[in-house]
């Protein structure tokens, strides 16, 4: 890919400070635009073009990509029953909250338009799996869009215990934010 650049670490800095690095090179080398993608092999790159496109005619603050666009192909790509049950449900949560209409609030797809992102509030982000949900929560409270584009994900075989203590913590975090801050 043209003019693009990987960032390789020495050790494993943990996902959202790794991302915040990305993030603060993109800023200090006055980049317009980054992408995130998480690094499982769950998510083709082959979206970044349409992503890249939309985000120059519209000017939204991101596009995200959503496995639960079409929830259907969701399981078709080996998406494990708890996890589309649990994406629903803490989806469906978050839009109530915050009166928005996302179909996935867990995605590892994600275009940033830097220009709408401020680089001092990143850094405020969460150091863990939780920075998704404060960036999120960040464009929402600036009024910026969040635009999702369907995508299809593959997942492996691979099974973590992160995935209870992320729910709950996601669920955790939002009802704070709501209501405590």
């Known amino acids: 890919m043209k003019n693009a650049v990987i960032n390789f670490n020495n050790r494993?800095?943990?996902?959202?400070?790794?991302?915040?690095?990305?993030?603060?090179?993109?800023?200090?080398?006055?980049?317009?635009?980054?992408?995130?993608?998480h690094g499982d092999n769950q998510y083709s790159s082959k979206y970044i073009k349409l992503m890249v496109n939309k985000i120059l005619i519209t000017k939204n603050a991101a596009i995200s990509g959503s496995r639960m666009f079409n929830k259907k192909k969701a399981p078709q790509g080996g998406m494990p029953f708890y996890k589309f049950i649990g994406n629903i449900?803490?989806?469906?949560?978050?839009?109530?909250?915050?009166n928005t209409s996302f179909t996935d609030c867990?995605?590892?797809?994600?275009?940033?338009?830097?220009?709408k992102i401020k680089?001092?509030?990143?850094?405020?982000?969460?150091?863990?799996?939780?920075?998704?949900?404060?960036?999120?929560?960040?464009?929402?409270?600036k009024k910026?869009?969040?635009?999702?584009?369907?995508?299809?994900?593959?997942y492996g075989t691979e099974r973590s215990s992160i995935h209870i203590a992320y729910a709950l913590n996601f669920f955790k975090k939002i009802i704070i934010k709501k209501f405590y801050k």
């Open 89 to 98: 449900f803490l989806t469906k949560l978050f839009n109530l909250l915050y």
């Open 144 to 154: 910026e869009t969040i635009e999702e584009i369907p995508i299809i994900t593959r």
């Open 119 to 141: 680089k001092n509030s990143i850094n405020k982000f969460d150091d863990g799996f939780l920075f998704d949900i404060d960036m999120r929560l960040e464009i929402i409270k």
């Open 106 to 115: 867990h995605t590892g797809y994600w275009l940033y338009n830097l220009n």
């Open 12 to 37: 494993n800095l943990g996902y959202g400070v790794n991302i915040k690095k990305c993030l603060n090179y993109a800023y200090k080398n006055n980049y317009n635009y980054a992408v995130m993608i």
